[in-house]
């Protein structure tokens, strides 16, 4: 048995993640524990609070005692929201505070694209253009290429959690581009784990979202790879670990 572990800022979406337990069909928990959001708004100053060393820390010692063997900060906005080197120290201080590896979804979409060898990506995101820029910046900084960024201007995580998948399906669409190897979908206020083989589908291409990318980067810290297919591409990948 593997559990991985999760902070996740306030309830929106976090019902993906008994779904991707589902999907993963293998001796793979997920416990997750839900951190303050503070106020719900995507806005820098306020994705600054919400993903603040102490608000990460107080939900640290519930994965320790829940067996986890990594810790990921279940947000992309508060993660990306810090820069390249700020995102680094975040996820620092993390494993400091848990004592196990640690990371969060930024660094995940950039660890995902590489494994699927998307050069070129198009962002199909729900945030303002302001805060989306700041995600092409991150990315950027990893080494992807960012052909094109799209931009929804949702305020709040609660009104992102309300959309199905004709919206989703909508944002993706609107945000593809030819040039792109894949699309992302950065939010992990959006419900996507049981919409992936339709957004593949619907593109013709790898797309990566939030809390499909989140878990993949746990299950990178603690060396396991499980083939789920219907988790999308990234999850074909030959696995090292099967159970």
């Keep these: 048995m593997t559990a991985l572990g999760f902070l996740y800022p306030g309830h929106s979406a976090e019902d993906d993640y008994p779904r991707i ?5 293998s001796d793979i928990r997920l416990p997750l524990v839900h951190t303050d959001i503070g106020e719900d708004a995507h806005r820098v100053d306020a ?3 919400m993903g603040s060393t102490a608000r990460l820390a107080a939900g640290v010692e519930e994965l320790r005692l829940s067996g986890a063997e990594a ?3 279940a947000c992309t906005s508060g993660s990306f929201v810090y820069g390249w080197e700020g995102a680094h120290e975040q996820i620092r201080s993390l494993a400091r505070a848990a004592g196990l590896p ?3 979804t930024s660094f995940a979409f950039a660890h995902a694209a590489g494994e699927i060898g998307a050069r070129r990506v198009a962002v199909a995101a729900t945030y303002p253009d302001d805060v989306a820029e700041l995600f092409v910046s991150f990315l950027k900084d990893a080494g992807v290429d960012v052909v094109s960024m799209r931009g929804s201007g949702i305020i709040t995580a609660a009104e992102v959690g309300t959309w199905g998948e ?3 399906l909508a944002l993706a669409r609107a945000g593809d581009h030819p040039d792109a190897d894949a ?3 950065p939010d992990t206020a959006l419900h996507t784990a049981s919409f992936l083989p339709a957004l593949e ?3 013709g291409k ?3 979202t939030a809390n499909q990318v989140t878990v993949w980067e746990a299950l990178r810290l603690a060396d396991r790879r499980v083939n789920a297919p219907t988790l999308g591409a990234l999850f074909t990948r030959e696995p090292l670990i099967q159970a």
């Design 71 to 73: 810790v990921v900060w």
């Design 166 to 168: 004709d919206e989703v």
């Design 21 to 25: 337990e589902q999907l993963l069909g």
């Design 47 to 49: 994705l600054l609070e």
């Design 183 to 185: 699309v992302l979908l």
């Design 201 to 203: 589908q619907a593109l």
């Design 102 to 104: 640690a990371s969060s």
């Design 206 to 208: 790898p797309v990566l």
